[in-house]
């Protein structure tokens, strides 16, 4: 198999606050979901983040991370300042 094809592979898609997103690691903190969904990341703020995958949801927190999947949906909002 090519390394082309290797890496293809390893190319995980997910749709972060409605927009795709193109990623290649299997586990994500909460910290990289908030900077895919704003940027520049505002300051000093909370974010609640809500996940699903094929019906299931889950939700993420500061200092988790998730195992993420092809096709996995987040939802990343402002919870306000910290």
Do not use: C
């Not at 949801?57 to 998730?66: E, I, R, T």
Request: glycine share 8%.
């Amino acid at each position: 198999m090519a390394q082309e094809e290797k890496d293809h592979e390893k190319q995980i898609t997910i749709i972060v606050n409605g927009r795709k997103k193109t990623v290649s690691e299997k586990e994500m903190t909460y910290d990289e979901i908030v900077k895919l969904a704003f940027d520049p990341v505002p300051p000093d703020t909370i974010f609640v983040i809500g996940y699903m995958f094929h019906g299931k949801d889950g939700s993420l927190k500061a200092g988790q991370s998730v195992h993420v999947k092809d096709g996995m949906v987040f939802d990343v909002t402002d919870a306000g300042k910290s």
